[in-house]
C-alpha cells in the first residue's frame, strides 16, 4: 500500500523559500497514470491545490500563486520536492503530498505545518 510522508523545515522567513519534500513508499513516483500533488490549507481556510508533477515528469501548477512554485522529483529516492519562492506570512499553511489518479482518487500524506515568520 502506497505511503506518503511530508518532511522539511517547519519555519521559514519572509522572501525565503519554502521547500517540503514527499517520501513515497510501497509504489514508484514514476509508476503511469499518477498524479504527484501538493495541496495546502491555510488557517481558517480552505484547501488550495497547487499543482502536481506527473508519472512522466511533466508539470502543472495553479496559477495563483504567480510562477513562484515549482515541484521537481527524484526517483532515485522516490521522492518530489515543492519549491514557493519569495513567502510571506500568507504563504503560512499546512502542506500535503498526495497521489492522485486519473479516476480522482487520491492517497494522501499526514501533512507538514509550515509557518512563516520572522
Known amino acids: 500500500q502506497v505511503q506518503l510522508q511530508e518532511s522539511g523545515p517547519g519555519l521559514v522567513k519572509p522572501s525565503q523559500t519554502l521547500s517540503p519534500t514527499c517520501t513515497v513508499s510501497?509504489?514508484?513516483?514514476?509508476?503511469?497514470?499518477?498524479?504527484w500533488s501538493w495541496i495546502r490549507q491555510p488557517p481558517e481556510k480552505r484547501p488550495e491545490w497547487i499543482g502536481y508533477?506527473?508519472?512522466?515528469?511533466?508539470?502543472y501548477y495553479t496559477p495563483s500563486l504567480k510562477n513562484r512554485n515549482s515541484i521537481s522529483r527524484d526517483t532515485s529516492k522516490n521522492q518530489y520536492t515543492l519549491r514557493l519562492r519569495s513567502v510571506t506570512p500568507e504563504d503560512t499553511a499546512m502542506y500535503c503530498c498526495?497521489?492522485?489518479?486519473?479516476?480522482?482518487?487520491?492517497?494522501w500524506g499526514q501533512g507538514a505545518q509550515v509557518t512563516v515568520s520572522s
Open positions: 498526495a497521489r492522485v489518479d486519473e479516476k480522482y482518487e487520491s492517497v
Open positions: 508533477i506527473a508519472y512522466s515528469g511533466n508539470t
Open positions: 510501497g509504489g514508484s513516483i514514476t509508476t503511469n497514470d499518477y498524479y
